[in-house]
Structures are given as C-alpha cells and as structure tokens.
C-alpha cells in the first residue's frame, strides 16, 4: 500500500494547522514503522478516517450515537486497506448517515484535513485495545438529504454548533468546532 500520499498529507496538514505538528509526526512515525498500517491486523494501531459533517446552511453538525462506544461522534472508521484517507471519511460518512452528497472544504485536490487525533480504543470482545490513527475531513452536506442510523449507531442527529457541549465533552470535537469556524470565516 502506497503510504507517500498519506505522508505528504499530513505534512501539509502540519504546515496548515501547527497545533497538531505533533500529532502529525507522532502518525507519521506510525506509518513509516508499520507497512500495513491501513489494516485493522495492525494490532498497535490503524488508519481511520472521519467527516465532520455540517449542515447546507453551515448552522449544525450532524453526530452519531455509537452503538457500541455509547457517545456522540463524527461518523468515521477504518480505512480497511484504502490509503486514500479522504476516501475512508466520505465512504464512513455515508454508511454512517445515509446521507450521499458532500462538498468538502477547504477543498483542494487532496482534499485536505480539518483535524488529526489519536485516541486509544478500549479492549471489546476478544479484540485488545489499540490506537486509532484518525484523519478528519469538513463536509458540507447536500441540500434535501435526509439522514438515518446505521446499524453502528444507536441514533443520528443535527446538533445546533453552539449547542455542541451539550452532547458531548470530547476536546477533540470541540477542536473540529473550532476549526469549522476559522475555515467557514476565511472563505
């Protein structure tokens, strides 16, 4: 699996949003240390892929109830062999959400990341703990799109921005949020 694009990726993403040059090197280091980093048999960790998904008027956010996490997130997950990261989030956010047309943004060709985070997975069944190595994009959602659960998820809703605190306590969405208002002011 070629793991140059994702290489460069988080170079520019380190370049673009300094606050997380660590977190770029820490993946970095990982990539380069693991070839099969974008498989879920990479048992110290693996590529993910998530999409903070706003709605057309840019007014909410549309979070899923984990089913088995039992926490409002961003859809996202693995990227079960796809080095295409961006790929991973788009694909993730409509299993996730049914939902099927995205612009993204800031755009770019790759498209390029809002957020980067690294986050441990508690043990699950006969699964060990292990990192997720996670690449989050912004999403604009269609106009006239109606979202639905998945069988992930217990629920899926639009959350007003301002109200996000009130679903979650997560530093890391409430960093997307912040980022999701510096990108929305520049444009």
Do not use: N, Y
Not at 7 to 17: I, K, P, T
Not at 96 to 119: K, Q, R, V
Not at 134 to 140: G, H, I, M, Q, Y
Request: aromatic share 6%; net charge negative; glycine share 8%.
């Amino acid at each position: 699996m070629d793991r140059g694009g994702l290489v460069a990726l988080l170079e520019d993403h380190a370049r673009r949003w300094p606050d997380d040059a660590v977190r770029a090197a820490r993946i970095r280091a990982f990539v380069a240390a693991h070839e099969d980093c974008f498989l879920r048999t990479c048992r110290p960790g693996h590529l993910t892929g998530s999409a903070w998904i706003v709605s057309p008027d840019h007014a909410s956010v549309l979070l899923v109830h984990h089913r088995k996490l039992g926490r409002w997130l961003q859809p996202g997950g693995h990227a079960d062999g796809e080095a295409d990261v961006f790929q991973v989030a788009v694909r993730e956010a409509r299993e996730e959400t049914g939902l099927e047309t995205f612009t993204t943004l800031p755009g770019g060709d790759p498209p390029a990341p809002l957020d980067l985070d690294i986050h441990e997975i508690p043990p699950h069944g006969g699964e060990p703990a292990h990192l997720h190595l996670d690449v989050r994009f912004l999403l604009v959602a269609a106009p006239g799109e109606e979202p639905r659960a998945s069988e992930e998820s217990a629920a899926v809703r639009w959350v007003a921005r301002e109200r996000l605190g009130e679903f979650s306590d997560e530093e890391s969405l409430h960093r997307m949020e912040r980022r999701t208002r510096t990108v929305l002011s520049a444009r």
